[in-house]
């Protein structure tokens, strides 16, 4: 071989390009290869927040059903050396290099990473259709409904994902007799954490406003002390894999909150225990807006001694709402918080008596209203 | 398996190219790669399709068997007609199967209003592909253009051969035929094959699958805006394109790396100056295949005008048809079929006298209405699109279609300039230069690299995108 091409057998009219070309190939496609035999993939995707996946069990009836095949792709993917690494390579190419506005749906705006999403309006008539039924299985309660805007919304400019204006389209005639508390104006693009799609618990004033004006509340103003959590990556960052300044988280105390109780139901027991209201260490776990009514529960009740009047709220609700409803001790006796992804409403009243005369409030974000099929109501 | 897979990549490939050089070649003989070539195919065709793997293997033999009766006929023309009309039926029939069945029964009851319940056959991978390839050898054997195979496992070496197993290019037997048999293996060969393999890979991942993504948004949105349908118009033009180029360069590259030589199937068809210069760019195997075994046998263009029509429609109408069980597809092969009517009988002469750039818009049009066709899931649906590109659209501009043509526009701009030899011409050009071509000593593997390892951050980052021409 030299460098016009030459020699003979193999290396015949191989030229110094060629033999560059040739070692570029093998090295990367064995150089893979060998590693992804010598290193050992994580159970878990951090940055993800979720399980990687596991190489799947090698029978004669996944092979057949082309199961194991599936699962081996899966596996391949995720089990990559350098994954996280390599995600942030496409990343920088989808932003930077090809020069898109989002990444499948995510974007980094004005108000920080988000994922856009269009309205789903058979699942927003599903969701609305459950809500109307256990409203009228409730018919001596105050009833309201509120969406938690997207934060995309807020973004800087139009994204092809949540409108309010359709939101309440898609649920026109859906839920009459049901009061709509509106919270779009309530809100802008600083009330969410940049790299996470949930909101800011400090900057909920707005919030708590338009629901004590819907509700006739005269708005408590407590003396809130703002106490610092620290600072984590949100959903949005990991999906992302883009380099992002970290959140901080903070949360709300005060002589309400502080002075109220909670408790959880036990999903394996079925009694109600006492919990924290802010569980400092579950902020290192997986999710760190875990830190507001421990995470994922079924039913929570909060009692408020403190309380400005003795009513009592209900909230159907989502994970946003764990943040919202310890500001809420401020004027509720008792909030009780129902989550219907964990709680079947067939089993609803085993757990809780509903007061005549009380509010419920089915408070939802249009990630919940865009998959209603999670939510257990039959 | 996806050529476009970690799997592939990372765990199929490494280990055959591996094993295939270290299988040895005593005194020249392939037989110990051609093994295993084909172990390797039929584990890439039993990974995503573990049950048909038999039906593939069983139309390789039916092909092989009737191929030795029409050599066992040579000389009696009647024997070896009867032979060749069986490998017609055994493959043309198993096509027929599992790919039309439904469609019939759908039509059947349709027109006389019967309930027959559909049998929902899951189509096999490739199945048109390897059908036309056997069916090729079968021909190629009767017209005595080549010579029978005796070796079975030869016979399914080609037939099978994963690089263009299941999208092509129908590679003819009596193309590969001495390369079967003998081939050699060169360094420059195979970093030649590799460079095109990781061209062609990136061309699905970074352009198709992206422009991809484009055209399902299209599809998802009720924006009903001239825009918004021009916009899939082109995005689909270049998506097809660059997903079916990108798999014909891995075929290509790959068949070469392993001693072949694949003859093209594409040459820059978004340049062409007529619909007929158009087809002899686009997919040249399959429509050198339909020329050669049905519009020639026809009588060509060597018979009277009508039936030169006829021969031309008949053509157009297996074109359209090969490419799906629906009358969108039907639809998309006559209105090509209605174009090259019109160049050869009418305005052919006139296209030839147009300044290249407005025939070359006049292709373009022409291409980007029939993409509306093929990728429609019905006629009605394709009509939409095609109204709102011209007419009917409610708005010019819509606030999705704004924002997507934002998001897209450099995709789409790197996709259209790459679609023209502008890319090759350059580079050439540069190579032929004393210092281009030390630079490009240099900047080639750098740039293979760096588009491997972005292809593979796509790969593990991203989601199933299969080859549209996977489905045929």
């Not at chain 1, 191989?14 to 090295?27: D, M, N, P």
Request: glycine share 8%; hydrophobic share 50%.
């Amino acid at each position: 071989m030299n460098k016009n091409g030459g020699g003979s057998g193999f290396f015949k009219g191989a030229s110094a390009r060629h033999l560059a070309v040739f070692i570029t190939f093998i090295a990367l496609i064995g150089g893979f290869f060998i590693l992804n035999r010598l290193v050992k993939p994580p159970d878990v995707s951090a940055s993800e927040r979720r399980e990687l996946a596991k190489l799947p069990e090698f029978t004669a009836s996944a092979l057949a059903s082309a199961e194991f095949m599936s699962g081996f792709e899966n596996f391949a993917a995720d089990s990559f050396v350098f994954r996280d690494g390599l995600r942030a390579v496409r990343a920088a190419a989808v932003f930077d290099l090809f020069m898109q506005t989002d990444k499948s749906g995510l974007y980094f705006g004005a108000s920080g990473a988000g994922k856009f999403e269009k309205i789903d309006e058979d699942s927003y008539r599903g969701a609305a259709g459950k809500i109307r039924a256990l409203a009228e299985s409730l018919p001596d309660l105050n009833k309201y409904f509120a969406i938690i805007p997207d934060k995309s919304i807020y973004a800087g400019g139009y994204l092809p994902g949540f409108d309010p204006s359709e939101a309440r389209a898609a649920l026109a005639g859906q839920l009459d007799g049901i009061e709509y508390v509106d919270m779009t104006g309530a809100l802008d693009g600083g009330d969410f954490y940049r790299t996470d799609l949930h909101w800011d618990q400090t900057r909920l004033a707005g919030v708590c406003s338009a629901l004590y004006d819907a509700m006739d509340i005269s708005a408590p103003a407590p003396d809130d002390v703002i106490v610092t959590a620290g600072e984590f990556y949100g959903v949005y960052a990991g999906q992302l894999a883009l380099p992002m300044a970290a959140d901080t988280m903070r949360y709300v105390s005060n002589a309400y909150i502080d002075g109220a109780a909670v408790s959880y139901l036990n999903a394996r027991t079925g009694a109600m225990a006492p919990g924290p209201m802010y569980d400092a260490a579950l902020f290192s776990g997986r999710d760190p807006y875990d830190l507001f009514l421990s995470g994922a529960q079924p039913l929570i009740v909060i009692d408020s001694p403190n309380s400005r009047t003795d009513r009592e709220l209900y909230m159907f609700r989502d994970s946003f709402s764990s943040s919202l409803a310890p500001l809420l001790t401020a004027a509720y006796r008792r909030v009780t918080l129902i989550d219907l992804r964990y709680l079947d409403s067939r089993v609803l009243s085993a757990y809780v008596d509903f007061k005549p005369g009380s509010d419920v409030l089915f408070i939802y974000s249009t990630q919940i209203l865009n998959n209603e099929s999670i939510l257990l109501v039959k | 398996m996806l050529f476009s897979s970690i799997t592939f990549l990372y765990y199929f490939l490494p280990v055959v190219t591996a094993l295939y050089f270290i299988a040895p070649m005593p005194r020249g003989s392939t037989a110990a790669r051609n093994a295993v070539l084909l172990l390797a195919s039929v584990t890439f065709y039993a990974w995503g399709e573990p049950v048909y793997v038999l039906l593939m293997l069983g139309q390789a033999l039916s092909g092989w068997i009737f191929g030795l009766l029409i050599d066992r006929a040579r000389g009696n023309r009647r024997l070896a007609r009867a032979a060749l009309l069986g490998s017609i039926i055994a493959g043309i029939g198993g096509l027929m199967f599992f790919k039309y069945t439904d469609f019939l029964i759908g039509n059947v009851n349709s027109l006389f209003g019967l309930s027959v319940g559909a049998l929902k056959i899951a189509l096999p991978i490739g199945i048109s592909f390897y059908t036309f390839q056997i069916l090729s050898y079968d021909f190629d054997l009767y017209l005595g253009k080549t010579s029978v195979q005796r070796n079975f496992f030869t016979l399914a070496t080609y037939v099978t051969l994963f690089p263009q197993l299941i999208a092509g290019p129908i590679v003819r037997y009596v193309d590969v035929e001495r390369e079967l048999r003998s081939r050699s293996h060169t360094l420059a060969d195979f970093a030649s094959g590799a460079r095109r393999f990781i061209v062609g890979l990136g061309k699905k991942v970074l352009i198709a699958n992206v422009l991809g993504e484009l055209v399902a948004v299209y599809k998802s949105s009720d924006e009903n805006s001239a825009l918004f349908a021009w916009l899939y118009a082109a995005a689909y033009s270049l998506h097809i394109y660059f997903d079916f180029s990108g798999y014909s360069d891995m075929a290509i590259g790959m068949g070469r790396m392993f001693g072949f030589k694949f003859l093209e199937n594409f040459n820059y068809p978004y340049i062409a100056d007529s619909i007929t210069d158009f087809w002899r760019r686009w997919h040249i195997s399959l429509s050198s295949w339909f020329r050669d075994y049905v519009y020639i046998p026809l009588g060509g263009n060597r018979v009277k005008p009508a039936r030169h029509m006829f021969n031309i429609l008949v053509v157009w109408f297996l074109t359209g048809f090969w490419h799906g069980a629906g009358w969108n597809f039907i639809v998309w092969g006559m209105f090509f079929a209605f174009w090259l009517l019109v160049e050869k009988f009418a305005l052919g002469k006139l296209l030839k006298k147009l300044p290249r750039p407005v025939s070359r818009v006049y292709v373009l049009l022409c291409v980007a209405v029939s993409w509306a066709f093929f990728d429609a899931p019905d006629i009605p649906s394709a009509a939409r699109t095609v109204t709102s590109m011209f007419a009917g659209a409610d708005s010019l501009a819509g606030r999705e279609s704004l924002y997507y043509l934002r998001s897209y526009a450099a995709p789409l701009i790197a996709a259209a300039i790459g679609a023209t030899p502008l890319p090759a011409t350059l580079i050439g050009k540069l190579g032929r230069a004393r210092a281009g071509a030390a630079v490009l000593t240099v900047a080639e593997p750098l740039f293979l690299a760096a588009l491997l390892v972005l292809v593979t951050a796509y790969l593990v980052d991203g989601s199933f995108n299969p080859f549209i021409y996977f489905r045929f």
